[in-house]
Nanobody
Framework: VQLQAFGGGLVQAGGSLRLSCAAS????????MDWYRQAPGKERELVAH???????NYADSVKGRFIISRDNAKNTVYLQMNSLIPEDTAVYYC?????????????????WGQGTEVTVSS
């Protein structure tokens, strides 16, 4: 199983970015998909959360600015980030709670993507 995140970059304050994270492998089911971020010198924090049914939750700091969505057919989660501020600067990681086939056995667990860097300039 592999999660690949991309879409980060440098943007001016007030701008937008769209992150994507695609899961690949012998995936049977993906339950929850999340976006986390880790700013320099800070702990990793949960930014947004989406269930397989499409229910969402957001950190207070991004409510009204970020939108999480997913395409179950593509095993992909997105994070639309609008009205970006310098405090959003961080490495963004996707995480998926999923079940996959390993040999003849189904295994479940949480898997992380490699991170994509977002820098917001003032």
């Amino acid at each position: 199983v592999q999660l690949q995140a991309f879409g980060g970059g440098l943007v001016q304050a007030g701008g937008s970015l769209r992150l994507s994270c695609a899961a690949s492998g012998s995936i049977a089911r993906i339950n929850v998909m999340d976006w986390y971020r880790q700013a320099p010198g800070k702990e990793r924090e949960l930014v947004a959360h989406i269930t397989s049914g499409g229910s969402t939750n957001y950190a207070d700091s991004v409510k009204g600015r970020f939108i999480i969505s997913r395409d179950n057919a593509k095993n992909t989660v997105y994070l639309q980030m609008n009205s970006l501020i310098p405090e959003d600067t961080a490495v963004y990681y996707c995480n998926a709670d999923l079940t996959h086939l390993s040999g003849r056995t189904y295994r479940s667990g949480a898997y992380w993507g490699q991170g994509t860097e977002v820098t917001v300039s003032s």
